[in-house]
């Protein structure tokens, strides 16, 4: 690797050649601010709040467009960059509405940040300020299917017109007029349709860009615990945070508030698409499974309990098991984990001394993307294929899943037409419509072709209301479950709240209804099953640390900083919790100041 | 597109208060006229492939030389002929105030409001164009004859203050003159458009 050594603040640095002045100050703890920089996209140099005093140049220069250069003696905290900075933020704030109280990005604000620690604390701005389309709250005009934007609050740093243009691949955002009419816009207010525009409310630096899924639901300080998870409605496997709303217990209402992306830089980068972001409310639902039902004649589907369940169940599947173990039959949906997978497979072994009774299925969409978009969101929507193929329930090798990777459940099918199928077994813990068709099960059921349906779920779908016994399961976001990307990355999903009602965890159900069937299953925990599975399958590569993989937890966010959008949670973890030399390394109080130099408003 | 059941579009959001072209959705298309379209595509010629954009001025310039003003399904035609998307074209339309996208007059004032010309009295001579025309700046009398605008530094200071009249420059400009302007315009139309002192030295 190349470097170059520099000076900030009489501090000796070396860096990666190429890199920028800023991105050397924030890798080593120096704080520089910025807007129109992003480390996702090109870079602008637009919004000057990150101008520094570089030596020999004879004016201040933005660090965020300035590479690095062998020697050079840079400062940041001199009086003339301090009163020079603090003009630009007085300038962005010119216009700016402050209106923080019904500002969506209030309290993790890059703009409240910033000026707080950098900037001047009084405004001498006499003249009303500028306003587009009404004040306050009435600013917010439609920007599309997921989004509003508020004119006034828009700094014009243009990270959101980067993102479409670099990222999007199609370049809907613009802006038009000029000078101080300026203002953010699509053709002809026609909005942001992309299936990837969520992430412009990450990238805007203020609250001009909000969503509509989490407009006026929530504040970050409502939000005091954050997972750590990744998103499973497709192969991408994106690394996600999943954000509880602070209620009291008794209180209704759902906890998931939204998702946002968290970078990984092999998996998703910093971004994540509307589906992962904005189709989670299936979770906590009204159609959400909360009980175990059965279907009674001339009744329908009532609710039962656990052991009754466990044991009527058993008993049927046994029956039919030992008088045409060809008849029973297993649909899974890749939607399953590893673990799920794996009991599954452990279960029709030990039953039917076959795993040729298990088919796994899922739902191939092609999306439609621009076709120079740099994130692309795969047609298989459904996390697990690899999992499948590791340990043999469906076709092919782990590794890449191809771009027509379409289920292929034709077998299964037409033994269930035939009348073939006594029993099947039909498990989805994705939303409705993960399997793909399934129409003909519930016609088959209808017409008694098939005399036995079970369907182990997460919703009430057409399938789970045609079923004779109804399993209530766990959604990805409440059980601790592992899959394989479509790269064969192994990742951990986080239980981040608890199944509803009496819904449980999948592997526990299975647990419980091997046992019941005279399985010696003697699993307590998700963890012993990773422990035999990585056992078993030692030498697959993509089960590989199974055994030792590391689950992120439902972890509360010890002050709003902390609870901050992804590109400014990057900032605060990077800037001034992480990096050399604020945590651990280096006390940066104990780093001698340079002579003339303004120490820092720090954010308490 | 929507993703979700719940956030379907074309509810009734707040929408925006920007001024947009009535017809953009079901305007008549536009598209050059076979001479417009060869200029276009000697035009085009001049930039490599990989930055044809650069050829959205003159391309704009085009479209205003055939139909007056520049409309939603122009912008639309013309990012379809450069490869950029109509936000793009968009953007290069409003940015610069010389394309106009609503019908404008036949004569287009255009008084420069900068420095020096306001020093000299600009905006006496706003004041008087707006009189004689009953208009005020950024509109277009009834007859369609003449729009009156302002604009920045027309680069001519040193003749301060200056008018321009479509593409001829007027200097050293009284209220007087400008009065007097508008009625030869009147009377003798394109004919009056003097042109800058070296156009008027040179004749
Ligand atoms: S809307 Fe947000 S991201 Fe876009 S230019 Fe304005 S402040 Fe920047
Ligand atoms: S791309 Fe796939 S994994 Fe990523 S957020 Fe979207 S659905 Fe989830
Ligand atoms: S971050 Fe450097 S100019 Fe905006
Ligand atoms: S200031 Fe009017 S032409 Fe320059």
């Not at chain 1, 870079?43 to 250069?69: N, Y």
């Not at chain 1, 053709?187 to 409310?201: A, D, K, R």
Request: proline fraction near 7%; include cysteine.
């Amino acid at each position: 690797m190349d470097t170059v050594s520099l000076t900030i603040d009489g501090r000796q640095i070396t860096v990666e050649k190429g890199k920028t002045v800023l991105q050397a100050a924030l890798e080593n703890g120096i704080h520089v601010p910025y807007y129109c920089y992003h480390p996702g996209i090109s870079i602008d140099g637009s919004c000057r709040v990150c101008i520094v005093k570089i030596e020999k140049m004879p004016k201040l220069q933005t660090s965020c467009s300035t590479v690095c250069a062998e020697g050079m003696v840079i400062e940041t905290r001199t009086p003339e960059v301090v009163a020079a900075r603090a003009g630009v933020f007085e300038f962005l704030l010119v216009n700016h509405p402050l209106d923080c109280p019904v500002c969506d990005k209030g309290g993790e604000c890059p703009l409240q940040d910033f000026s707080y620690t950098f900037g001047p604390d009084q405004s001498r701005m006499e003249f009303p300020r500028r306003v587009f389309d009404g004040e306050g709250v009435k600013g917010d005009v439609d920007f599309g299917p997921t989004l509003m934007l508020n004119r006034q609050r828009c700094i014009l740093c243009t990270r959101c017109v980067r993102f479409m243009r670099d990222i999007d691949g199609d370049a809907q955002i613009n802006i038009i007029d000029r000078g101080y009419g300026s203002e953010i816009a699509t053709f002809q207010e026609e909005g942001v349709h992309s299936l990837i525009s969520g992430n412009l409310m990450d990238v805007c630096p203020v609250g001009a860009i909000t969503t509509r899924d989490y407009r006026f639901k929530s504040r970050p300080w409502d939000n005091p615990i954050a997972a750590d998870t990744i998103c499973t409605q497709c192969s991408k496997g994106c690394n996600t945070t999943a954000w509880i709303k602070a209620k009291p217990e008794w209180a209704k209402g759902a906890q998931l508030i939204r998702f946002t992306p968290r970078f990984n830089h092999d998996v998703n980068g910093y971004w994540m698409c509307d589906i992962g972001r904005f189709e989670y409310h299936w979770i906590e639902g009204d159609n959400r499974l909360r009980q175990p039902l059965e279907r009674e004649a001339n009744l329908g589907q009532q609710p039962i309990s656990w052991q009754e369940l466990t044991s009527k169940l058993g008993d049927r599947l046994a029956a039919a098991g030992t008088s045409n173990p060809e008849g029973v039959r297993f649909l899974l949906s890749a939607h399953a984990s590893h673990e799920e997978l794996f009991l599954f497979r452990r279960l029709t072994e030990a039953l039917l001394g076959e795993p040729n009774a298990v088919s796994v299925s899922w739902r191939y969409q092609t999306k439609s993307q621009p076709a120079g978009s740099k994130f692309i969101v795969p047609p298989v929507d459904a996390p697990n294929v690899n999992g499948a193929r590791a340990m043999g329930l469906a076709p092919g090798k782990v590794g890449p899943v191809d771009n027509d990777a379409k289920a292929d459940v034709s077998a299964l099918r037409a033994a269930v037409d035939a009348g073939r199928v006594s029993a099947l077994y039909v498990f989805d813990p994705g939303p409705e419509g993960s399997l793909g068709d399934v129409q003909w099960i519930v016609d088959a059921r209808a017409s008694g072709r098939l005399p036995l349906l079970i369907v182990q779920g997460v919703v009430l779908s057409a399938l789970a209301r045609a079923a004779d016994f109804v399993l209530p399961g766990a959604s990805y976001v409440e059980k601790e479950a592992s899959y394989t990307n479509d790269q064969g990355t192994l990742q951990g999903a986080t239980r981040v709240i608890a199944p509803p009602g009496e819904a449980m965890e999948d592997w526990q159900i299975l647990v419980n209804l091997g046992v019941a069937l005279g399985v010696p299953f003697t699993y307590t925990s998700a963890a012993r099953v990773r422990a035999d599975i990585a056992e078993r399958y030692a030498n697959e590569p993509g089960l590989a640390g199974i055994a030792t993989l590391v689950f992120g937890r439902p972890v509360a966010a010890r002050n709003w900083l902390q609870a901050s959008n992804p590109s400014e949670r990057w900032k605060w973890d990077f800037m001034f919790q992480d990096m050399p030399p604020v945590k651990g390394h280096v006390d940066p109080s104990a780093v001698p100041m340079p002579i003339g130099a303004i120490p820092l408003k720090e954010v308490k | 597109m929507s993703f979700h059941p719940k956030m379907t579009y074309g509810a009734a959001f707040h929408k925006s208060a920007r001024d947009l072209d009535p017809d953009r959705d079901q305007g008549p298309p536009f598209e050059y006229t076979a001479e417009n379209r060869a200029r276009f595509d000697r035009i085009v010629q001049r930039y490599p492939d990989a930055q044809r954009r650069s050829a959205v001025l003159p391309a704009l310039y085009l479209v205003q030389y055939q139909q007056g003003h520049i409309t939603a399904s122009a912008m639309r035609y013309v990012a379809g002929l450069l490869g950029i998307t109509p936000a793009d074209v968009e953007d290069v339309v409003s940015f610069y105030s010389m394309f106009y996208t609503k019908p404008v007059g036949r004569f287009v004032l255009q008084v420069c409001r900068t420095l020096s010309c306001a020093l000299n009295g600009a905006e006496r001579v706003t004041e008087e164009l707006s009189a004689k025309l009953g208009i005020k700046p950024g509109e277009t009398d009834p007859s369609g004859t003449f729009t009156l605008i302002e604009v920045e530094c027309l680069g001519a200071c040193d003749r301060a203050p200056v008018v321009m009249v479509n593409d001829a420059w007027h200097e050293c400009l009284t209220p007087g003159d400008a009065a007097k302007l508008v009625d030869d315009l009147k009377a003798r139309g394109e004919a009056a458009l003097s042109g800058c002192h070296h156009v008027v030295e040179k004749k």
